[in-house]
């Protein structure tokens, strides 16, 4: 084993130890996936470098692999985008959130054409802009890689410990009707209520959802009907009526469970898509329980996926804000100076 190689992996245990510090004291932060991507990333080095040591040439045909293998799944991404894309206005309507796959591959499909176009035409200022365009989305490449990781990484994780209350999270109605969406958080709420009563605990369930347009009764009204329809006992079934947004989602039930039981644990539910930032959101709101998702449509995964990446970027605008200047200045100040 090489000297390299020791630093690696000692580099990569220490990422680990901070991964498993954070996530010990609260693992509904995004700071933990951090920690754990670039402790994988130390390791990957750590072996290549002691596969080097072992035979050279089977580490150079490794990094030629990956060399080869980059451009590929760049391209193989974006036209997946693209399709997808496809798939859900044909699916889900012509809708801006509806675009965000569709954006994203040919936002990368254009990135590749600029980077072509920029090898070819010798102008400064083009250079400088793909050098701008180059940082920013290796920023945003290594957030989304790091946001990846730990989503699934959490959502794998199942809490233990016994819970007062079930929260499922509202996700739109059809006049009174329950959409499939709906209706998988609801079966996993479900689910999760009667293993706590198999275990001998007997948790309230929570419907969190205002009313909202093109909705002819509240979501948290329909919600507990479809509950009840299925054999959960009604007196069992608590209403938060009130809520347009998840992070009133989640402060509206917390009222709720407060004022029920002050020393309260509950079990948020939604879709798999959305858990790390509904986890995000309850952290925030000093809710005391964790998130577990309910599977969602193939086709309708990456751009639920995709917007809620930009909405956690939104929320913290400021330091992506900043990082992202310091990306634009670190290749602009060279070229003018």
Known sequence: ????????????????????????????????????????????FGLLMTLASVSSTAASIVVIAVVVLIPLLIVGLAVFLVANGVTMVRRE????????SLAAGLGIFAFVVFQAVRQAVDWPPLGVVGDVMTGLLAYLGFLFACFLLYSFVYGRIRPKRGVDFIVVLGAGLIGERVPPLLASRLERGRTAFDAAV???????????????????????????????????????????????????????????????????????????????????LARKAKLNGQVIGSPTAWYFWPTATLREFVAILVEHWVVN?????????????????
């Open 198 to 280: 198999a275990r001998g605990v007997e948790p309230a369930l929570i419907t969190s959802g205002g009313q909202g347009p093109g909705e002819d009764v509240p979501e948290a009204v329909a919600m507990a009907e479809y509950l009840v329809s299925r054999g959960v006992d009604r007196e069992r079934v608590l209403l938060e009526d009130r809520s347009t947004t998840t992070w009133e989602n989640l402060t509206f039930s917390k009222e709720i469970m407060v004022e029920q039981r002050p020393d309260y644990r509950c079990l948020v539910v939604t879709n798999n898509f959305h858990v790390l930032r509904a986890a995000l």
């Open 1 to 44: 084993m090489t000297t390299a190689s020791v630093y690696s992996y000692g580099i990569a245990l220490l990422w680990f130890l901070f991964f498993l510090v954070s996530f010990i004291r609260d693992r509904r932060r995004l700071r933990n996936g951090v920690y754990l991507f670039l402790s994988l990333v130390f390791l990957g």
């Open 93 to 100: 309507g012509l809708r801006p959130v509806n675009l965000l």
């Open 321 to 337: 804000g900043v990082i992202g200047l310091l990306i634009v200045l670190a290749a602009v100040l060279p070229a003018i100076g």
